[in-house]
């Protein structure tokens, strides 16, 4: 009975196993037909069979995304704790003398797109630590784990494609496309579809080289910005005091109010002086920790933020970055 045992155990071990493996070579088996799928439709859109070749031969799916995709947000932190994070005194101090060492260069993206330097150097700081953290996946072969995963298939499909299409061009080579594990490229992390909308070539080399090109870097970080409304004569926001508690129906991006209002309201400036005359300017009050935590008085630009990024931790920490940096 114990030799039975051991083998009756010994047996269900194999059959798990081998189910195991059978379902892995199914998914395997699944990948392989999405992907020939995939590359003749690349085909039928333009893109020559050469860069489908060198992009999409022999890449596989990466776990290691899948898990990133599916991880829930913690929503634990608050954005005071964001704040100290992302804002930190040595990513303010390499903001300044970044600032200064690429003045000239800033000045000209500035100029042609009407976005003050200071955001261009906030916005890369936030998202790659002034380019030294750009993401160690594969583009291609993390759009097209998503892609074949299910859960946004649709719009990663798309964002493939248009990653083919900027290697069919020559902007890069696939080895040489990294990003992060959404397949968020160069040190604006930008996707591949914002790349054909706002990507600019700088330095006129005839490549958009947002990975180690700080001209074009810069020009298709204020291209973006410039083409989603920036307002040139404007600043994003500021901080607030309140004489008198705000009812929280009154505050959040879409209730916006003029500079008179919210000054009858008891809002004033963070030290104490009056709301600037400013007619024709609305505002919105905006809470990140409630009640508990700081005010900020935000205009039209910090809308322009979001459309780079929807969170309102990240508008209001670029947004107070960029008038630290500018100090």
Same mark, same amino acid.
């Given at each position: 009975?114990?030799?039975?045992?051991?083998?009756?155990?010994?047996?269900?071990?194999?059959?798990?196993?081998?189910?195991?493996?059978?379902?892995?070579?199914?998914?395997?088996?699944?990948?392989?037909?999405?992907?020939?799928?995939?590359?003749?439709? *690349?085909? #039928? @859109?333009?893109?020559?069979?050469?860069?489908?070749?060198?992009? =999409?031969? +022999? &890449? !596989?799916?990466?776990?290691?995304?899948?898990?990133?995709?599916?991880?829930?947000?913690?929503?634990?932190?608050?954005?005071?704790?964001?704040?100290?994070?992302?804002?930190?005194?040595?990513?303010?101090?390499?903001?300044?003398?970044?600032?200064?060492?690429?003045?000239?260069?800033?000045?000209? *993206?500035? #100029? @042609?797109?009407?976005?003050?330097?200071?955001?261009?150097?906030? =916005?890369? +700081? &936030? !998202?790659?630590?002034?380019?030294?953290?750009?993401?160690?996946?594969?583009?291609?072969?993390?759009?097209?784990?998503?892609?074949?995963?299910?859960?946004?298939?649709?719009?990663?499909?798309?964002?493939?494609?248009?990653?083919?299409?900027?290697?069919?061009?020559?902007?890069?080579?696939?080895?040489?496309?990294?990003?992060?594990?959404?397949?968020?490229?160069?040190?604006?992390?930008?996707?591949?579809?914002?790349?054909?909308?706002?990507?600019?070539?700088?330095?006129?080399?005839?490549?958009?080289?947002?990975?180690?090109?700080?001209?074009?870097?810069?020009?298709?970080?204020?291209?973006?910005?410039?083409?989603?409304?920036?307002?040139?004569?404007?600043?994003?926001?500021?901080?607030?005091?309140?004489?008198?508690?705000?009812?929280?129906?009154?505050?959040?991006?879409?209730?916006?109010?003029?500079?008179?209002?919210?000054?009858?309201?008891?809002?004033?400036?963070?030290?104490?002086?009056?709301?600037?005359?400013?007619?024709?300017?609305?505002?919105?009050?905006?809470?990140?920790?409630?009640?508990?935590?700081?005010?900020?008085?935000?205009?039209?630009?910090?809308?322009?933020?979001?459309?780079?990024?929807?969170?309102?931790?990240?508008?209001?920490?670029?947004?107070?970055?960029?008038?630290?940096?500018?100090?």
């Amino acid at each position: 009975m114990r030799l039975t045992g051991i083998l009756g155990a010994h047996f269900l071990a194999l059959y798990i196993f081998f189910i195991a493996l059978g379902q892995s070579a199914f998914a395997g088996q699944g990948f392989d037909q999405w992907l020939h799928n995939f590359k003749q439709e *690349a085909v #039928q @859109k333009g893109i020559s069979q050469k860069t489908v070749n060198s992009s =999409l031969n +022999g &890449i !596989e799916p990466i776990q290691r995304v899948i898990e990133l995709d599916r991880k829930q947000p913690e929503g634990t932190m608050t954005f005071a704790e964001y704040k100290k994070k992302v804002i930190s005194q040595s990513r303010i101090d390499k903001g300044r003398a970044l600032l200064k060492q690429h003045r000239a260069e800033l000045e000209r *993206a500035s #100029q @042609k797109y009407g976005v003050p330097p200071q955001y261009i150097v906030a =916005l890369w +700081g &936030i !998202e790659t630590s002034y380019g030294e953290n750009t993401g160690g996946f594969s583009v291609i072969a993390a759009l097209a784990t998503l892609a074949y995963d299910g859960r946004r298939s649709a719009f990663f499909r798309g964002e493939l494609l248009d990653a083919l299409k900027i290697i069919d061009a020559g902007h890069i080579t696939p080895e040489t496309m990294r990003g992060s594990w959404a397949g968020a490229m160069g040190q604006n992390q930008f996707m591949p579809s914002s790349f054909h909308r706002f990507a600019v070539d700088g330095n006129n080399d005839g490549k958009r080289d947002i990975w180690a090109s700080l001209p074009d870097v810069f020009a298709s970080t204020a291209n973006y910005l410039g083409t989603s409304g920036w307002k040139s004569n404007e600043k994003w926001g500021e901080t607030v005091t309140m004489l008198q508690e705000i009812p929280e129906h009154l505050t959040g991006i879409k209730n916006k109010k003029t500079l008179q209002q919210w000054k009858n309201m008891g809002i004033r400036l963070s030290g104490g002086g009056a709301l600037p005359n400013a007619p024709g300017i609305n505002a919105a009050l905006v809470r990140p920790d409630g009640a508990d935590g700081k005010a900020y008085l935000v205009y039209d630009n910090y809308g322009v933020i979001m459309t780079w990024n929807k969170s309102v931790y990240f508008a209001t920490s670029v947004g107070l970055l960029a008038d630290l940096i500018a100090q």
